[in-house]
């Protein structure tokens, strides 16, 4: 396991030498907080043949019928419940909970012991604080289709 970044001497490289690593790294992971930048980063790797890979920690829980997108960590003491959906991109932090049903779209940030409520829709590149619980009526249908037309 080597990284690239480009404020780091440790690093094998810069970020912009990730084309010329594909041909000794199949599989990439994207480690950076900010949600577009995330996705931006995901999308180039997939252009240059890299895999995305889905990081799970061994210590969280993930129900059998939750579905965890590419590109997503999912840290120790995670819970991830029934028919729960973490798409793209998305962080889920140590102990935070995804509850039955939810949805937490692409680029999402579930800090530290927040919770998402049962069938909750969390919009693309949200950012709930740790501690925070997002619940099924915090964001309404309007309120996602004003922010998509915006």
Known sequence: ID????????????????????VSYSYAVVAIGNPKLRLNWIMKLEEACYTIAVLVHPRSYISPSAQIMKGSMIEPMAVLHTGC??????IISAGAVINHGA???????IDCNA???????????????????????TVSLEDLFLKNDA
């Open 103 to 109: 949805v937490c779209c692409d680029g999402c940030h």
């Open 115 to 137: 919770t998402v409520m049962g069938n909750a829709l969390v919009p693309a590149g949200t950012h709930i604080h740790g501690g925070m619980v997002f619940k099924k009526d």
């Open 3 to 22: 990284f690239l970044d480009d404020k780091n001497d440790n690093a094998i490289g810069k970020l912009k030498d990730y084309e010329k690593h594909s």
């Open 85 to 90: 959906v973490v798409s793209k991109a998305c």
